[in-house]
């Protein structure tokens, strides 16, 4: 087995074959996750309502993303990891670099920041330092109180516009990967056409390059899970099984079906 790594996802992107990617928070499951040849996983800041029980991602802080980080790169020594920078972890630039070294120290191979062009700065100083950098766009769960709610995103043609802008710049400041959530199937597919990086989708139908799901929705955890999350757990009987469901089902370009997207 060798390490996982940027190389290989824009090998995948070339070759139009699509990968799964699920968050995970702790040894046992990133082992069991890697077991069922899933590469690519996430620290996400999810962890506040998955783990801590909070409303939203807001409470959760660096030091939290650390730990979790160190976790599973304990269980999963050949994943690509991504791991979350929390609310308020890069505001400024200087701030960013601080803290993202406490992830890569931690086990991470790229963090992740949420938000667009304002971000740009950001990047460019993080790439410039050796810090790998993934953005998410869409649905912004640090920002739901700016948002107004978890609400699918880029919906009219002006939102939909400075999206697809907001991408285009990302990529140019320097990110190697994105993450799109909650937005229509048409609008993900033109921003995983534009970008040469690869696209990773969580509700963003199934044209993007790769899905991402929070474990807890994957395994029918979630009380109340939202529309484009699948329960492979209950299909598949026993937790392996449904990981290796998952991974099918995204590679296959079976998952998000209709059902689980926005149009
Ligand atoms: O925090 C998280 O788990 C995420 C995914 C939903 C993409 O950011």
């Known amino acids: 087995m060798k390490p996982i790594t940027m190389a290989d996802l824009n090998q995948l992107k070339k070759e139009k074959r699509k990968f799964a990617t699920i968050t995970a928070y702790d040894s046992s499951f990133a082992q069991l996750f ?4 899933i590469n690519v996983m996430l620290v996400g800041d999810s962890l506040g309502m998955a783990l801590q029980g909070a409303d939203t991602t807001i409470p959760v802080t660096i030091e939290d993303i650390v730990y979790h980080t160190r976790c ?7 994943t690509f990891l991504i791991a979350d920078m929390p609310f308020m972890s890069y505001a400024t630039p200087e701030q960013s670099c601080e803290n ?15 938000g667009g062009s304002w971000l740009n700065d950001t990047i460019k100083i993080l790439t410039e330092r050796s810090v ?30 400075q999206l697809i802008k907001d991408a285009i710049t990302l990529e140019q400041a ?3 990967l994105l993450v ?17 990086i690869p696209v990773i989708g969580i509700g963003a139908g199934n044209m993007t390059d790769g899905q991402v799901l929070v474990m807890h929705d994957a395994l029918g955890i979630t009380a109340r899970p939202p529309k484009f999350a699948k329960n492979f757990l209950e299909e598949a009987g026993n937790m392996r099984d449904a990981i290796r469901l998952y991974k099918e089902q995204v590679e296959s370009g079976a998952y998000p079906d209709k059902e689980h997207s926005f149009n």
Not at 72 to 78: E, N, T
Not at 100 to 114: C, D, F, Q, T
Not at 187 to 192: C, S, V
């Open 34 to 37: 890697a077991g069922q040849g």
């Open 72 to 78: 599973v790169r304990a269980g999963a020594p050949y």
């Open 100 to 114: 993202a070294a406490k992830l890569m120290r931690a086990g991470a191979n790229m963090v992740k920041i949420e």
């Open 132 to 161: 790998p950098v993934c953005a998410h766009l869409g649905l912004t769960p640090q920002s739901v109180h700016v948002l107004g709610g978890y609400k699918v995103q880029g919906r009219d043609e002006k939102s939909a516009n």
């Open 174 to 176: 320097g990110i190697q």
């Open 180 to 196: 799109l959530e909650c937005v229509p199937t048409e609008l993900a597919k033109r921003i995983t056409d534009e970008l040469q």
